[in-house]
């Protein structure tokens, strides 16, 4: 039988269905944490760090075949605020190489291919991000949720589109032209969107 | 006046043929589009050439890219809509050679924008072919000066196959541009002692100019020793007596061996080259021609006659060849077979065929067996381009040569591995069959090789497809007896006072040359002390220059010996050294000394070398007389 921790204190819990999983497990705490304006922040089973709290993994183990779970909790507003100082980060990787493939295109170098790349993922990661973080209710306030997301949205889709485009004919220069002036000041505008980076955060 | 018509007025003064072909064009030019910044933009085959946003911004942000490069000249693949031209001017850098590949680009843009500015100045090149651009790269670049080959990122993903061989071409024209001042720098000082040396065989033989037009229609065969000659050896064996055979120098041991006398063997080699013939009695029956820059030797060897033709690259020979009786300069195209090749249209010939003219690597040789080469063994490095060659020379010596493999278009269209030399000639032929149609000739040219490299312009054929079975009855003895009767008289009383006006100058050269050293000496010393009287000095100095330069003005070929020493100066001055004004002040004194030092010596030493022209000359000419005086005699016994 395993033994179950929620930030450090055992709890008693009752294997009703006769088999269930950890991830039914951590599904259970999660909707007692949120009475109480928290959420799940991490999860630990016999020891080791489960990767990705969205399922799968660890989480399909039962919960028979364990010795010990451990689940951390963070307020809603912690999580939500890390969440947002990711995309600050993407952000700005995203910026650079923008910058750097912009240049490599028009100087002709070779290093514009991969950074292309690095650009397309880190546009594909931030958005990710941004739809996670939009279910949370902490981020409700902030200006680029109220107010832009879905046109922020829709203008990194036609960016995209348009790069995808251009490289599909062998167009470089509307490649870099869709980088410098359409893309670059929609990172912008959505970094900008998410407000100034606090002092506490910062630290 | 239309924007058109502007741009071609400016193209017009450096490049007349495109001028004209931009006048009659009817191509559809690309179309015009206004960037956002009211920039010219376009599209071609759906592909954007300029940024649609902010284009100067998109060019100076390459021109940076280039200028910080230092490169003395730029050769850009892709006019554009000529911002980076123009961004290139504007940042100081003023010597570009632009080859646009597109008519349709060059027509739309030079309709729509107004680059005429920036295609006036002095050393900006446009051109509408290779040819022209890699012409323009061989006339106004030289050998030292550095270059930078560019081209945008568009260029690049619409023209790929051009790129590659425009890039080619352009390595190879600079590669050929530096050898050719190594050579000139290696070589002058041997071409003027070799031409003094032999002002009594020009005396006594033609200059080549007495076979003008007097072969007209027949086939000339010019022969290399390049590995492909031994596929067409059998059948020129047949057509010995029905066409001529030219062969060049190099080759003349290989044909003897295969039982082919030639015709004619040309050779200009400055240092004796014994060992290219073997002696066999079936050699004297050989005409040689060759140039006045050869080695003595060879004008002294067993031959059934000689004929001398003169290079317009000397000095000496542009002054003194019609007074030899010869107008005709032999172009050179770094190779003994394209100065035949002109020769043979200058006789009249057609067609005119080359074979053994390879120009590139064999399997496994760099010449045809039987040749000076007895063994050799090959081997190129694709991956690293560097190719070795291990040989042994018919002298018995042995040795190996260590060059970069360039590239050639070979005759299936795939690349052959080349070097240096043979592309200089090639790229030398190439331009030179070009312009040469250009001018409405309409002799065959043919490239009967059967490998190696591919030559553009001519026609590719076997050597029987090309002359087929020769001229019947053929009388080559006949004609070049005729033409050696026709000679035009050697003019020794211009010729005399010629040589003389060099000694008189030769020794002012060398009083200002040794005035000047001490003068430069002294002002050093005068620098260090901070004596008031440099700047007397330094006047002096100049004054003695000016009279030295008057003087070296009539007597060109002393700078030509002293070519190596001019090339090292002009690496000084090109250098850049962190040093004071002072201090560079002093280097330069040093510099002017040890200059003037040289020029007085090589004076020196030509004194001694024209006198004994001179006593030569009188000798010709005296025996000129006799022979006159000899000939009137038996005329009036008889």
Redesign the interface.
């Known amino acids: 039988m395993s033994e179950v921790y929620l930030d450090g204190a055992r709890v008693e819990f009752e294997d009703t269905g006769a088999g269930a999983t950890v991830g039914e497990l951590v599904d259970a705490l999660a909707g007692e944490l949120e009475k109480l304006g928290r959420v799940v922040a991490g999860v630990e089973v016999d020891g080791r760090a489960v990767v990705s709290l969205s399922g799968g993994g660890e989480l399909d183990s039962g919960l028979g075949t364990c010795a010990e779970v451990k689940v951390f909790s963070a307020p809603v507003e912690a999580v939500a605020m890390a969440g947002v100082d990711v995309v600050r980060g993407y952000a700005e990787f995203i910026g650079e190489a923008i910058s750097g493939c912009v240049n490599g295109i028009r100087l002709g170098t070779d290093m514009a291919e991969k950074t292309l790349s690095a650009v397309i993922e880190g546009v594909g990661e931030m958005t990710r991000t941004l739809d996670a973080l939009s279910g949370n209710p902490a981020v409700k306030d902030i200006g680029f949720f109220k107010d832009s997301r879905l046109e922020c949205y829709k203008g990194l889709l036609s960016c995209l589109e348009a790069v995808d485009a251009a490289r599909r004919s062998g167009d470089a220069i509307t490649i870099a032209d869709v980088l410098e002036y359409e893309l670059a000041p929609l990172v912008m505008e959505i970094k900008e969107g998410l407000g100034p980076v606090e002092p506490a955060e910062l630290s | 006046m239309g924007i058109l018509e502007k741009n071609i007025d400016a193209i017009r003064p450096k490049d007349p043929e495109l001028a004209s072909t931009l006048t009659v064009s009817r191509a559809q030019g690309v179309r015009i589009e206004r960037a956002r910044t009211g920039l010219p933009t376009f599209e071609l085959d759906?592909?954007?050439?300029?940024?649609?946003?902010d284009p100067a911004k998109?060019a100076a942000?390459?021109a940076a890219?280039i200028v910080k490069r230092k490169p003395d000249w730029v050769v850009i693949f892709g006019l554009g809509a000529g911002h980076l031209l123009k961004e290139l001017v504007n940042e100081g850098f003023k010597k570009v050679i632009v080859y646009e590949p597109s008519p349709e680009i060059l027509k739309g843009v030079l309709s729509e924008v107004d680059l005429s500015g920036v295609l006036s100045l002095k050393d900006v090149y446009l051109s509408g072919t290779y040819q022209a651009a890699v012409s323009n790269m061989l006339n106004y670049i030289e050998g030292e000066e550095d270059l930078l080959s560019y081209?945008?990122?568009?260029y690049?993903?619409a023209f790929p196959e051009e790129i590659l061989e425009f890039i080619n071409r352009v390595h190879n024209a600079h590669t050929t541009n530096r050898v050719a001042v190594m050579t000139d720098v290696d070589s002058r000082l041997d071409w003027v002692e070799n031409y003094f040396a032999n002002i009594g065989s020009f005396a006594e033989h033609p200059p080549v100019d007495v076979l003008r037009d007097m072969l007209a229609g027949v086939p000339a065969v010019i022969v290399g020793a390049g590995p492909s000659l031994m596929k067409n050896i059998g059948y020129l064996k047949t057509l010995k007596g029905r066409v001529l055979i030219f062969a060049a120098v190099t080759a003349s041991r290989v044909l003897i061996k295969h039982g082919i006398v030639p015709d004619l063997v040309i050779s200009a080699e400055k240092i004796d080259t014994g060992e290219y013939f073997t002696d066999v009695p079936d050699e004297k029956k050989i005409r040689l021609v060759l140039g006045e820059i050869s080695h003595p030797e060879a004008f002294a060897r067993d031959a059934s006659g000689k004929f001398v033709f003169f290079n317009a690259f000397l000095n000496l020979s542009s002054a003194q060849a019609p007074l030899w009786g010869s107008t005709y300069f032999g172009p050179s195209g770094g190779s003994v077979t394209t100065t035949a090749l002109d020769m043979a249209l200058m006789f009249g010939c057609d067609p005119v065929v080359f074979v053994g003219q390879d120009l590139a690597f064999g399997k496994d040789s760099t010449h045809a067996d039987g040749g000076v080469y007895q063994g050799q063994k090959v081997t190129v490095d694709e991956k690293t381009g560097e190719c070795r060659v291990d040989w042994d020379y018919v002298t018995g010596a042995t040795g190996t040569i260590n060059c970069r493999v360039l590239w050639l278009k070979g005759l299936d269209g795939r690349p052959v591995a080349s070097k240096y030399d043979w592309v200089t000639f090639h790229q030398w032929i190439e331009n030179y069959v070009a312009a040469k149609k250009k001018g409405g000739l309409t002799t065959r040219l043919v490239n009967a090789t059967e490998g190696g490299a591919y030559i553009e312009g001519m026609e590719h054929t076997t050597l029987a497809g090309a002359v087929g079975p020769g001229v019947e009855g053929l009388d080559l003895e006949k004609v070049f007896a005729g033409a050696e009767a026709r000679r035009t008289p050697v003019d020794y009383e211009a010729l005399s006072g010629s040589l003389a006006g060099m000694l008189d100058n030769i020794r002012s050269i060398r009083k200002h040359s040794v005035a000047i050293v001490k003068e430069a000496q002294w002002a050093r010393r005068a620098l260090e002390k901070n004596d008031p009287g440099l700047e007397k000095s330094i006047v002096k100095i100049r004054a003695l220059e000016g009279e030295l330069f008057d003087r070296a003005a009539e007597t060109r070929f002393i700078w030509e010996t002293l070519a190596a020493y001019t090339h090292k100066l002009k690496q000084y001055l090109k250098a850049e050294r962190p040093e004071s004004e002072r201090e560079s002040a002093l280097s330069d004194f040093k510099a002017i000394a040890a200059t003037y030092k040289r020029v007085g010596d090589m004076s020196a030493r030509f004194v001694p070398v024209v006198k004994g022209a001179i006593s030569e000359l009188e000798r010709a000419r005296a025996s000129a007389h006799t022979g006159d005086a000899c000939a009137v005699k038996a005329a009036s016994g008889s």
């Open positions: 759906g592909r954007c050439f300029h940024s649609r946003y998109e942000l390459q890219d081209q945008s990122t568009p690049r993903l």
